[in-house]
């Protein structure tokens, strides 16, 4: 089989621990998780986890069973990018000469639709929201530049299908 990527959402009671004992499935089967992101859902009371990773799906399908098997968790699905819509969020903070100095800066504002959140006497912040090849073009033309600080946050997603998930949690709450 081969290797791609998936998005596993998780829904679950919000209990201590959940997070530790979700990330050891991963750790025991050595496989690396390269986006988490913690929420609460559309549902209140109930949290969602978005984990990416780049497997096989037989091996995510066994992931997911073994998720489900947590006490607190109440439903997991997973997807292929071609499924969801999705995006993650990124601060770069910069040399504020370099905003007026550089009329590349300028450019790559403008064509990268960031924002700029923040002016400081030594620093600006700009924010990006895209998917991660955005994010990451826009790393890779202000590195030459001097990146200050960077941190982008996990992946965030919703599927583009109808998901039961409302009604497995009313069945749930209702039981």
Known sequence: MEKQWYTISVYSENNVGLLNRISGIFLKRHINIESLNV???EIEGISKFTIVVFMTEDSTRK????????????????H?????????????KIASDLLFDERQIQNIIKESNSQIVTVARDFFVLAKTGRRHEVDEMHDALEPYGIMQFV??????VSKARMPITEILEEFQNQ
């Open 39 to 41: 929420s609460k859902s």
């Open 63 to 78: 992931i997911v069973g073994q998720i489900e098997k947590q006490i607190e968790v109440i439903r997991a699905f997973y």
């Open 80 to 92: 292929v990018d071609d499924e969801t819509i999705y995006q993650e969020s990124a601060l770069f």
């Open 152 to 157: 982008r946050s996990g992946r965030i997603a």
